[in-house]
């Protein structure tokens, strides 16, 4: 587990995510004729690195890769597509455990607690009330969730959550509802349709309400001994994941993007300063570029959900003047900051 994913100045925030969770997704583009090439370039690893247990890789690659898919698809409901292939074909340590679980409950306090080490975007909570039981995620990522991102991750509990019952033999759905955050689509009724369940929308978390009674019902012979085994793997599989010095460096810029610095880095590190670049310059990326990466990002993310005058995002950027993030954002998003802010609903200032 990297320093970021340790609450920082009482926010939890997330810097990094298991990466063979997205195989599905890729498998889809790939289905769909999107060269692997390109998929390879896209991280900057092989797939077959792509592929390797237990791999964590930045968390802005995330925002990268769903950007990439709804580009190179041009479908805008790319996540929930992808997310159909999650269950058949992504086994993990969580997948096994959540499978192996006596009932929902049981599955989803797991689910709680080691969800965060796969995804990296969010940290999810139950929360109960009279006769009322959701299972809630809360962003709370180095980088705002791509809108994909968000589908392909609820559509994919929701078929584990449905597997389960299946698997014990039972045909009732404990899904009720799905809530999301973001404002009704032209077509609400594909969501519904492919979460099989109704949709509210503009909720202030991305939920799924299930239903009370089905959550705490036994639902496989409880063998306590294979769910201990899978929880101290889990639990010893993310004490030992040591970040990599991708990691490590992107985890200074998310710190203080403001202030990030090569130099201050490497002295923190105790590194050469050629040796760490010839080391990240192997991974494939160099500090420029992860800076300019977590820049366009941020910078998305304050113009799309707050007010902030243009002067002070520069400022948390670390631009030296509101120009030098202007000529940035025209590389970036093809225009200006107040005209992406005003097409994204937030006043110019």
Known sequence: MTKSDQPLHGQPSLNAFYAPTLLPAIEELLARGVPRESIEGLFHRSLFELRTPFMRIPLFMSRRFWAFALEQSGDPLIGLAAGRRFVSTATNGLTYLFDVAASLDSACEYFVRFFPFFNGHFRAQIERSDNRVELRLLDCGS??????????????????????????????????????????????????????APVQWQQAHQSIRLDPQLFVVPLTPGNHDLE????ELLEQTRRNSEPTLLEQ????LVTNLAEANWQQFCTAQHLLERTAARRLKALGWSFSELLDEYRR????????????????????????????????????LGCAPGLYRSRHGQTTT
């Not at 007010?307 to 520069?314: F, G, K, Q, R, T």
């Open 297 to 332: 990002y941020r910078a998305e993310d304050c113009l799309q959900a707050t007010d902030l005058e243009l002067v002070e995002i520069s400022d948390r950027l670390g631009y030296s003047d509101v120009q030098s993030f202007n000529r940035a954002c025209l590389r970036w």
């Open 249 to 252: 460096v992107c985890d200074h």
């Open 228 to 231: 201990q085994t899978l929880v």
């Open 143 to 196: 980088v705002k969730t791509h809108a994909a991102t968000i589908d392909y991750i609820l559509i994919s509990l929701c078929s584990m959550l449905r597997r389960k019952f299946l698997a014990s033999g039972l045909e009732r759905d404990p899904v009720l509802s799905v809530g999301l955050t973001g404002p009704c689509t032209a077509h609400p009724q594909d969501h519904e349709h492919a979460l099989r």
